[in-house]
């Protein structure tokens, strides 16, 4: 009759389990920290609002300062044709930009720029929109997209990695017990 082995003769040890438990764990808290600080990351992107207009098509006499660039915002859905005054450099935006604010969905629809301070003159027939600091979309695209990135990619890796670790721990201890209860013999 074969002599049980001592689970403490048997290598690799235990303690490999716990490393597995401790990288699949971490992966999972590291992701869901991830997404927390990625949500938190996103609400602070919502740009703030100089003003909130009533046009109807009524021109407008707006204060703007050269050294910051403007975005005019209408609720989402709400078509809008704006003129410009003199002194008003005005283009679309590259990309789409929406957000919510106040429990309303709003689009930026226009990006604006003076090279002096002074008043400028603005006529939108939206029935009311919101002239505003340009949105930041350079300042979080990039970290948030890899934030993203992360945070998806760690519970890919780190789950694999810790069934891995949990396979060939098990294996390597049954193949060195199978070998010591052929040594005992």
């Not at 207009?53 to 660039?69: I, T």
């Not at 403007?70 to 704006?82: D, F, H, N, Q, S």
């Not at 721990?169 to 040594?183: D, E, K």
Request: with cysteine; net charge neutral.
């Amino acid at each position: 009759m074969a002599h049980p082995i001592h689970p403490s003769r048997l290598r690799p040890r235990r303690h490999w389990y716990a490393v597995a438990a401790a990288t699949a764990a971490l992966s999972l808290f590291c992701a869901f920290g991830g997404f927390i600080a990625a949500g938190l990351t996103t609400d602070q992107t919502v740009p703030d609002f100089d003003n909130v207009l009533f046009g109807n098509g009524k021109q407008l006499d707006v204060p703007f300062s050269a050294d910051r660039g403007y975005a005019i915002y209408v609720l989402e859905g709400t078509p809008t044709r704006c003129t410009f005054g003199p002194g008003v450099t005005a283009s679309l935006p590259a990309e789409t930009y929406t957000f919510l604010r106040e429990d309303e969905t709003w689009k930026e629809t226009f990006e604006l720029s003076v090279a002096s301070d002074g008043l400028y003159q603005v006529t939108c027939d939206a029935a009311s929109f919101a002239i505003g600091e340009t949105p930041p979309a350079s300042s979080w695209h990039g970290p948030l997209a890899g934030l993203f990135l992360v945070v998806a990619t760690l519970p890919c890796l780190g789950i694999p990695a810790a069934i891995v670790i949990v396979a060939v721990v098990a294996s390597r201890r049954s193949s060195h017990r199978t070998q010591l209860l052929r040594r005992s013999y």
